[in-house]
């Protein structure tokens, strides 16, 4: 290294030494302002902090996850299938050769227990059992059901218990911490099954480590484990599972779960567990949302920096004076988003990692639902959420910093404001940003590319960012009409641009982001509801026997239809089978020739064969090769109201048709000249038989349902070989019954061993809570940007106050100039960014739309449909910031004396 360039760079250091010391005592001088940027540094920190470390915990090690599974034992069995197979090290994944091998089948104890060396001991286990209960007057099947003796220290093991003891027969249970709240009971209480046919005593209260969520265990006395497939085996061995056992057990089909690793594979590799290959759309997503969180602190921080700029020209003209260039000064503000870059990083980091270790049960009981490991940190993350939180500091003092560079010297010592000039190239450059944002948007929109959307929206907004100074200077022309208040708080922000202008910023883009999220999942809501076809008409209920073999009782199901659904008819249902239960056939109507599209939607389509396909009528509901699946009952004309809710004009000529022997489908294309063909396809063909196909007289029944069904007459099911066989009854209610009166009916039904089919429509309003979630968000942030942008112009403002003091202005003035400087930021912020959300969904709906029109088959395009209720969060939000700053700010006018 030269001379000169080591002097330089003693300088260079020498010069931000300096620089950082006079930031440290900047930063004790003026408190408030620290504390606040101190504040909107650390907040995200914090949170990102406390997801990192919370992630780290949940993330568990093989030894850890062995300790999980296995509890006590040494090893849990899974006997899978009767050929050899290769499992990976810690037994996530294994694969057979063939790949189709047969299924173990029901396995014994003493099966399991003849692999395993003498002094072995084994426990069934059954990670999974069907499990529902009477809550009330509803049926709650929603709880998850393990059977395992916890009398066993093997099985003991994998549980922890609150309280009780642990079950000795079928009729003791325990169950989960959630699952005591979900079935209403308590220790020694009683549940009842769902169809009334038994009860169990809670005996105990214990959670499983790996599922917090509502379990209840069973005794394994309950059921036949041995005989069910699904059974695993604890198992307690002699000694470590050697080389020689994994590959013994292997070699008979057993997953061998231990906690020692398998030995590899000599003819299967396995990819490591927990690692793939890197998702770069994901990277890059996640990269761009980092980037608009790191915008979104900058343009809340800035306003701070450049106030204290301006507070401090005196002292910066005063280095200038004293031999200090503009790097020297830049150095100095640049120093101070260092000093409280790191300190803001340092203290949200700690208070991060304090709160996940100390909120780690709240954690892990609502968001996770299973226990975390061991208590350890992510360093890594967590020195890149510091080092990003030090940037968002250095980019935030990067304006103010050639703001003050490029003062004048002699107006600073006089303490005269001499706003820099505002160029009119950075509307340009605003104008084209956006525009370029929109068109890769639109570009990213139409590749369903989630990165180049948004790589497009954050041009548009650094283009939004650019052009705000401008627009806060057109709009300040305006004000000159305006009475006093509204036009001082106008010129004060065309003034004070490089503070007003970042927290407009920073409204728009919150703002904006929330109304375009909540226009693409509306839309998406209303797309959803147009595509969505019930299965039954809103009136039917079908009830069927649970095994598919018994009938449920008439007299049963008729009364509690008419105490719980007000019956209309109720109607026999009756399905084809081509003999017995174990005779396995498909009966479906065949499509006439002349009507089959020539393509089907797996096909690898050119474009020119896709704008044939949709220019095709044949291809307007095109079918896969597997043809269309029809729902196929037997009935006489008793039923078809029920099962399609069709005109009575429609059900009278439909049922005049099945009394003559013939049959109705809801697909007109199958029907041709009155006449359709039917297809019955018995198990073990390897392609439909032509000479299978019987013709009938047919009937179309077009129906605004979602299932399409072929309804045979008895005479048609006769002639095409199919046996009769009774399936249930349909219900055709009095009115729409509510959810309600459908849980108190399934509840009546379930001792019948009955099964209920009702179609309870889509769920409108799934996306209203992430909406308000996200209207909540935004107006969080434009309070904030409001509050943090008042504050800064009252104490700037400070001199202004005294001379309107002076000349007699009334004391109210200063609350409604705080109202009108805070409904400049708030109001002209949300303004711009409901604007650029709704363009900026308009332009990604759009370009999707325009995609799926050249696509087949065809899709059904999103409409563009405003979200009213976040619209409407958002208006009330600048209203709420105006009328706090003016409550919050004292009225009385300052009056300072000047001394010469």
């Known amino acids: 290294m030269s001379a000169g360039r080591g002097g330089r760079l003693a300088r260079a250091a020498g010069s931000w030494w300096a620089a950082l010391r006079i930031a440290r005592r900047e930063a004790r001088r003026a408190r408030g302002r620290t504390a606040l940027v101190l504040a909107m540094i650390a907040l995200p920190v914090l949170v990102l902090s406390f997801t990192a470390v919370s992630w780290r915990m949940s993330e568990l090690t093989p030894v850890e996850r062995a300790d999980r599974q296995l509890g006590a034992a040494d090893a849990e069995l899974s006997w899978v299938t009767r050929t050899p197979l290769a499992q990976s090290t810690w037994a996530e994944t294994w694969r057979t050769d063939p790949d189709d ?3 173990a089948g029901p396995v014994t104890a003493g099966q399991v227990a003849a692999l395993l060396p003498a002094g072995s001991r084994v426990v069934p286990l059954r990670r999974w059992v069907s499990f529902d209960a009477l809550v009330g007057e509803r049926v709650d099947d929603t709880l998850t059901g393990r059977a395992v003796d916890l009398t066993d220290p093997l099985g003991r093991g994998l549980v922890r218990f609150h309280s009780g003891r642990a079950p000795a027969g079928p009729d003791e249970i325990v169950v989960s911490p959630a699952a005591l709240r979900r079935l209403d009971a308590r220790l020694g209480g009683t549940v009842t099954s769902g169809d009334g046919a038994r009860s169990w005593r809670v005996v105990g209260v214990a959670e499983y480590p790996d599922d917090l969520g509502p379990v209840v265990t069973l005794h394994p006395s309950e059921g036949r484990m041995e005989a069910e497939p699904g059974t695993s085996w604890l198992v307690d061995l002699p000694g470590d599972p050697d080389e020689e056992l994994f590959r013994r057990l292997n070699a008979h089909g057993v997953v061998v779960h231990a906690r020692v690793p398998a030995p590899a594979s000599d003819s299967v590799t396995f990819a490591p567990y927990g690692r793939s290959a890197m998702d770069v759309e994901g990277m890059s997503v996640s990269v761009l949302v980092g980037g608009l969180g790191l915008l979104e602190v900058v343009l809340l921080v800035g306003p701070a920096f450049a106030v204290g700029v301006r507070r401090r020209r005196r002292d910066l003209a005063l280095v200038a004076v004293a031999g200090g260039d503009d790097a020297h000064l830049r150095r100095i503000v640049l120093a101070d988003g260092v000093v409280l870059g790191a300190v803001g990083a340092a203290l949200g980091v700690a208070l991060g990692v304090a709160a996940a270790f100390a909120g780690r049960s709240l954690v892990e009981q609502h968001l996770f639902g299973a226990r975390f490991g061991a208590y350890r940190c992510w360093p890594e993350a967590l020195a890149a959420i510091a080092a990003v939180a030090v940037l968002a500091g250095v980019l935030a003092a990067l304006a103010p910093a050639w703001t003050a560079a490029r003062q004048d010297v002699v107006a600073g010592l006089a303490g005269r404001r001499t706003p820099p000039a505002h160029r009119r190239r950075w509307l340009t450059v605003g104008a084209v940003l956006a525009a370029a944002g929109a068109a890769v948007a639109a570009f990213g929109a139409a590749r369903t590319a989630p990165a180049v959307i948004l790589a497009g929206l954050v041009l548009g907004e650094l283009g939004l960012v650019f052009a705000t100074p401008t627009l806060v200077g057109l709009l300040a022309r305006l004000g000159r009409s305006l009475p006093l208040a509204p036009r ?22 919150a703002v904006a982001g929330s109304v375009a999220i909540g226009v693409y999942l509306a839309s998406d809501d209303a797309r959803s509801a147009t595509m969505y076809l019930p299965a039954l008409p809103a009136t039917t209920v079908l009830v069927t026997g649970s095994d598919g073999e018994t009938l449920p009782d008439l007299p049963g199901v008729s009364e509690a239809a008419r105490a719980h659904l007000g019956v209309r008819t109720v109607a026999p249902l009756a399905e084809p089978r081509c003999g017995t239960a174990t005779d396995l056939c498909v009966v479906s109507p065949v499509l006439p020739a002349e009507r089959v599209c020539p393509w089907t939607p797996g096909d690898r389509l050119t474009p020119e064969q896709q704008r044939r396909a949709r220019a095709d009528a044949r291809c307007a509901e095109p079918e896969d090769h597997l043809g269309r699946y029809f729902h196929v009952l037997v ?3 008793t039923a078809l109201p029920a099962l399609t809710g069709a005109a009575p004009a429609d059900v009278a000529a439909a049922t005049a048709v099945l009394r003559a022997g013939g049959a109705v489908v809801t697909d007109p294309r199958y029907v041709r000249d009155g006449r359709v063909d039917v297809r019955v396809t018995r198990a073990g063909q390897a392609r439909p038989d032509p000479r299978a196909v019987t013709t009938v007289a047919g009937y179309p029944l077009p129906t605004a349902l979602g299932a399409e069904r072929l309804l045979l007459s008895p005479a048609a099911a ?37 099964q209920v089919e009702i179609d309870r429509g889509t769920q409108g309003d799934a996306g209203r809570p992430l909406l308000l979630l996200l209207a909540a968000a935004a107006g969080v942030i434009t309070l904030g940007a409001a509050a943090i942008a008042t504050g800064l112009a009252a104490a700037e403002g400070r001199a202004d106050l005294s001379t309107l003091a ?16 805070s409904g400049v930021i708030a109001v002209l912020g949300s303004a711009l960014g409901i604007v650029a959300g709704l363009g900026s969904a308009s332009i990604i709906l759009t370009a999707l739309n325009r995609r799926y029109a050249a696509l087949w088959p065809v899709t059904e395009p999103y409409p563009v449909v405003v979200p009213w209720t976040t619209l409407g969060v958002l208006v009330v939000v600048p209203l709420v910031a105006m009328l706090g700053a003016g409550f919050f700010t004292r009225s009385r006018l300052p009056v300072e004396r000047r001394l010469d």
């Open 806 to 821: 002076a000349v007699g202005a009334g004391p109210g003035l200063r609350r409604l100039l705080s109202l009108c400087q």
């Open 101 to 103: 091998g047969p299924s």
């Open 488 to 509: 001082i708080a106008l010129r004060d922000a065309s003034r004070n641009r490089s503070s007003t202008a970042p927290a407009i910023s920073a409204v728009m883009a």
């Open 635 to 637: 009935d006489d004309g």
């Open 718 to 754: 006769g002639r095409l070989g199919l046996n009769v066989h009774p399936l249930g009854w349909a219900i055709a209610a009095d009115g729409v019954p509510d959810e309600d009166r459908q849980d108190r009916f399934v509840a009546a039904v379930r001792p019948l061993h009955a």
